[in-house]
Each structure stands twice: as C-alpha cells, then as structure tokens.
C-alpha cells in the first residue's frame, strides 16, 4: 500500500518538534518507530500535512538510574529495554511484557514511547479507505455509528500496548512536554477512556520520559493472542507484588486500560478481584476471538498472574 504525501522533518531537540508543531498549526503527527503510524498513513486513518520525525532527539535515548528511579526515554527501543540488566532484575513484569510484545524485529523498531501512545484497535477500524468506505464511516472515522454495537454512542475500540499495562502495575509516571509547557502525572492519566481519542494528552505534547520507583518487585505478565509472536494481546493482565499488596492492570479490552489495587493475597481476596476483572470486563465483538471466551479469560489471567507473580524467587 502506498503512503499518501506530506512533508518529512525531523528534529533534533524536543523545542524544534515543538516549534515545527506550531509552524504547521498543528496538522502534523510525531513519528519515532513508526511501527503504528505508517500503517495507519497507509490507510489514511490519518492525513497529517507534516510528520515530525523525533528519533534525532538524542536526550530522548538515554536509560538511567538515579535518585531511587529508572529514567527512560521515550525513543529507548523495546528491544534496549529487554536487554537492559536493572529491567531484568527489578522489574519482571516489565520484562517479560518487552519480551510479549510483537516479535523481535518489531521490538528493535518500535520505541516505548510510540508503544505506550498507540492507536486504539477495532477489527472494523484497521482496514483500507475501500473497505472502509463500503461498510460506513464509524465513530472513530468521524461517523455517526459503530460498526460493532449498532447504537453505541462511544466508541469500543481496544487500547494493546503490553508494556503500559506493566508499567502502570509498577506505578510509573511520565513527564510531557508540549507548546503549553511541561508536566508530570502518574502514567494511567495519559488515557481519556474514550477509543476514538484514547489519550488526555493536550495537542502538541511530547512524552520524553517514563520513570519507574526502584524497588525490586515481584511480576508476573499473561498475555491472550492466537498466535505465540507478532499478535496484539486480546486480553492481557500485568500482576507487580510488593511485600503483601499487589497492583494488577487489565487491558487489550476497550479504549483503556483497569487498575486493580489489592491489600493482601490471600486466595479468597485475589478470587473476588479477578471475579471483578471479569464483571468489568466489557468485550464486544471487535477482535478475532468471542467476547464471551476473552471476558472469561479477564478472570483467569488475572488469577494465573499473581499466582506466577507469588511463585517468582524475588
Ligand atoms: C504487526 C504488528 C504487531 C504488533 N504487535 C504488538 C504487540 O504485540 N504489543 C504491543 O504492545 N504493540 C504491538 N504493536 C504496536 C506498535 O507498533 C509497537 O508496539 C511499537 O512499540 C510502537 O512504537 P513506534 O516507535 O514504532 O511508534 P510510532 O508508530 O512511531 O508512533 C506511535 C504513535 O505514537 C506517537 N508518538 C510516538 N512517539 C511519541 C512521543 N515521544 N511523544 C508523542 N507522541 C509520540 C506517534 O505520533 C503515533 O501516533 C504491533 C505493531 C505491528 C505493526
């Protein structure tokens, strides 16, 4: 498929991205991997007149750790990340999340920041302007309906990073820059909740960094796909213990992902909470797998990944 034109530029300093972004009033994207946004331009899901490519921008590669927290910058690929040692040492929901996601050649592609600011995916949405235009323009496309649930009025559409489920279970935060200045929040504010503009991000912001607190935790990562590489998760559960509570994060189920904080571990509190994962687990029918099967398997990842998370030699 053939990439629609616009305008290539690329900067060197997070000020240049700003400034080319206030240059072209806004109808630009950024670009780092582009492992999500190619295909998305291919399908004119998106027609920016400029794309901003912010891979030069070297402050943004860095991985540090200091101050009693891991820095890493947004253009820091997955594949850096897995082979990181502090990852692997302090943080295994975090590795073994890099290791689920896609398959190694995208890993060494895609960036953590492109990764965590993803588009949302609808089996109904991720197709060409052909198909799309025979079958009707959907909520996300600007439409008045969805495709999927007939009277909807928002859109369904799922969120698939695996790794912001991991780093929202190992409480990480994330630091923004954009034409209004720059700010902090914890990383689970970055979503609005809504699948047609998943992120509360103001226009023009930058993600420069992610940190994450250093303290050695338990993890335990559970990812539902059909295939064992390349599939985006369908459901997914990222499980971190410290001492006898647990923060737990479902996703791959609508347009954000849920945070389950847990006082204890004994059996019957981790059974009520993943009978909640499954209450509040809304799946439609917008992946390749049943509603009902990835709604049951909310509840069952939830438990296999903090009963694998308590077993982990820490
Ligand atoms: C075949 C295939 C399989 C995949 N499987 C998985 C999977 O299993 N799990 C998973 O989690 N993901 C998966 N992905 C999704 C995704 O492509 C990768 O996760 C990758 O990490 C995205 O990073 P990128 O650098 O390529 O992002 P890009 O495509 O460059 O950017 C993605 C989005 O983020 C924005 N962006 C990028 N960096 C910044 C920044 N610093 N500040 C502001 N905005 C920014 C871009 O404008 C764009 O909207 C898959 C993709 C493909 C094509």
Redesign the pocket.
Known sequence: MILPDFEYRKAETVADAIGLYNEFAGNV???????????LLKHRLSTPAVVID?KGILD?STITAQDGWLTIG??VT?FALKQNQTIRDYFPVFYQSLE???CET?QM???????L???TRCIEYNKSNDWRVARGFCLKMGGKTCNVVPGARVCLSNY????ALALISLSATVKVIGPGGERAMAIEEIFSGKGSKPFALEPG????HIRIPMEKSKGAYEKLRVRKS????LVAVAACLKEDNARICVGGIGPAPRVYDLKGLGTDRVVDASRSTYADAKAVSNTTLSPEYRKRMAGVLFRRAVNKALKEEK
């Open positions: 994207r950024y670009l780092a991997g582009g492992t999500d946004l190619m295909p912010l943004l947004a253009n997955l689920a996601t896609a995208l592609r895609g960036t953590i920041g492109g990764n600011l993803q588009d698939c990073s695996d790794n912001e930058i993600l420069t390349i599939d985006y998760p």
